[in-house]
């Protein structure tokens, strides 16, 4: 309706501003309701879990000695006293930062070798035919079984350890990245190419998006491999690290030392994969394809 001596065209520039300051009201209000609840569903998986681990060490501290043999599985109270005095003493940190530094070194340089591996046999189908079986033989060797030779090789200093933890990450990043290769649309690769764009053009726009996701779901897999092959080799044959102060308190029977060292190796592993899992998100978000991965469509 228009007021008496009211322009007409101001009368519904004002409508539709109205209509609008409404709409996006109610867009706002939606999206806060939204991150509301996400928050609280956030603090309720917190919640949880704390509660579920709470539970666990009280069951745990009430059933040693009568239900399990306390030798065995130790209490509670005593693998915390065991964790207060490997982390109050020198001797604990430095084998806690030979051991974190062989896992971050061993999983570099798997990284490197493997992602090295995967693009060239991956961009040169001949060289990949001919060796991919080969590479597949050596692979199914255990890692752990190399570890004797490793130990010939390199001594039993930190490089036998970053040695076998890079032969357990370097293949699983060669097959992830090889087959994302493999796995790549030709279609897309063609349009680009008849767009007139180049190599990099191809890198960026389809060869990129198609493995960080293959190449992410490698690095998180890799991370624990590169433990197991640290503590599998400072358990051969090693003087300082985690792994050798596990094989020390299993051989002297030490259930709260072991159980402490355990709690390290759980720690550093989800140190680790918090770390993969923010660059996994930051390399997503930068390539445009975060959208995707939260099941997002892009407006």
């Known amino acids: 309706m228009c007021r008496p001596g009211e322009p007409k065209e101001q009368t519904m520039a004002t409508a539709t501003s109205s209509a609008e300051s409404k709409?996006?009201?109610?867009?706002v209000t939606p999206t806060r309701g939204v991150r509301n609840s996400a928050w609280r569903m956030t603090a309720l998986?917190?919640?949880?879990?704390?509660?579920?681990?709470?539970?666990?060490?009280?069951?745990?501290?009430?059933?040693?000695?009568?239900?399990?043999?306390e030798y065995a599985v130790s209490k509670p109270t005593d693998v915390s006293h065991a964790l207060w005095e490997l982390l109050g003493s020198s001797t604990g940190w430095t084998d806690i930062k030979t051991t974190a530094f062989e896992i971050v070194a061993?999983?570099?340089?798997?990284?490197?070798?493997?992602?090295?591996m995967g693009l060239v046999l991956g961009s040169v189908p001949l060289a990949g035919r001919v060796l991919e079986p080969l590479i597949a033989a050596v692979n199914g060797i255990p890692k752990i079984a190399l570890a004797?030779?490793?130990?010939?090789?390199?001594?039993?200093?930190?490089?036998?350890?970053i040695t076998i933890a890079a032969a357990g990450v370097a293949f699983v990043v060669f097959y992830n990245v090889y087959l994302g290769l493999r796995l790549r649309e030709r279609e897309l690769v063609e349009?680009?190419?008849?767009?007139?764009?180049?190599?990099?053009?191809v890198l960026s726009y389809v060869t990129?998006?198609?493995?960080?996701?293959?190449?992410?779901a490698a690095l998180k897999t890799g991370g624990p491999l590169a433990i197991l092959g640290v503590i599998g080799g400072e358990f051969i044959a090693s003087t300082e690290g985690v792994g050798h102060e596990?094989?020390?308190?299993?051989?002297?029977?030490d259930?709260?030392?072991?159980?402490?060292?355990?709690?390290?190796?759980?720690?550093?592993?989800?140190?680790?994969?918090?770390?993969?899992?923010?660059?996994?998100?930051?390399?997503?978000?930068?390539?445009?394809?975060?959208?995707?991965?939260?099941?997002?469509?892009?407006?």
């Open 23 to 27: 709409t996006e009201a109610k867009k």
């Open 45 to 69: 998986v917190v919640v949880l879990r704390i509660a579920v681990i709470a539970v666990a060490l009280v069951l745990w501290q009430m059933m040693s000695g009568p239900v399990l043999p």
């Open 106 to 116: 061993g999983f570099g340089i798997g990284v490197a070798i493997g992602t090295v």
């Open 148 to 161: 004797p030779l490793f130990l010939l090789f390199f001594g039993i200093g930190p490089m036998s350890k």
């Open 191 to 201: 349009i680009v190419q008849v767009m007139g764009g180049r190599r990099h053009h």
């Open 208 to 216: 990129l998006p198609t493995l960080v996701a293959p190449f992410f």
């Open 246 to 253: 596990l094989f020390t308190a299993a051989t002297n029977l």
């Open 255 to 299: 259930a709260p030392a072991e159980f402490a060292g355990l709690i390290i190796l759980v720690a550093m592993t989800l140190i680790l994969n918090g770390v993969l899992t923010g660059l996994d998100t930051l390399a997503l978000k930068r390539l445009g394809l975060d959208d995707r991965r939260s099941g997002r469509k892009t407006p």
